[in-house]
């Protein structure tokens, strides 16, 4: 069963989402059979490259809130994330433009380190003093070296700017296809989605509805004939 993840590196609730769903995973039965991929979603697509502000001016100015109430949304999301056992910093953190980020987990998805650098970057812009988008290039090939992707191949998707430009394009287009106007966004087999950071119950009962749902019907009998017809098997209620 595979399951896409739709999510950006800006996205606290995607953080958060993350580590339910992984909780949830942790527990199911066919958890070894579960493949999950990570779809790009940027939160803010027209930001510019090097347009980086401090997270409380950006939320105060997005939603026309003061930045005490900005700081005090910040608290709320530090504390949900300790309870996922996640480090979070209510204070310092900066935003920018993730484009690059989202074109370096493809290229990570291609080495199949794609969920490696995602736990990087998430701890990168979440947890860590140093930013994620003002450092320039380099400190983004050090991330995907921590990652385990080679330095000089992270270097020449930066240089780039077409290197999977088209796959993280792709991505949002088919994001909007699905209906997808936020994240995090879960696709289960695509047969189930399930939207933002939902409790870990949840998460356990779509995978396990989806689960049974892609199990191949078993053909009933009776009386010797075929019990499988144009429109499937016919199932007992038991």
Known sequence: MRVEIWSDIACPWCYVGKARFEKALRAFPHRDQVEVVHRSFELDPRRAKGDVQPVLTMLAAKYGMSEAQAQAGEDN????AAAEG???RTTGRDHGNTFDLHRLLHLAGEKGRQDELIRVLYRANFAEERSLFSE????LVDLAVEAGLDA????AVLADPAA???AVRADEREAAELGANGVPFFVLDRTYGVSGAQPAEVFTQALTRAWGER???RTVEDGGADACGP????????
Not at 136 to 139: F, K, Y
């Open 77 to 80: 999301l530090g504390a949900q």
């Open 86 to 88: 996640l480090e979070y």
């Open 136 to 139: 320039g290039d380099e400190r």
């Open 152 to 155: 000089e191949e992270a270097r």
């Open 164 to 166: 999977y430009a088209d």
């Open 215 to 217: 199990m191949p019907l």
């Open 231 to 238: 429109d499937g098997c016919a199932v007992p209620q038991r």
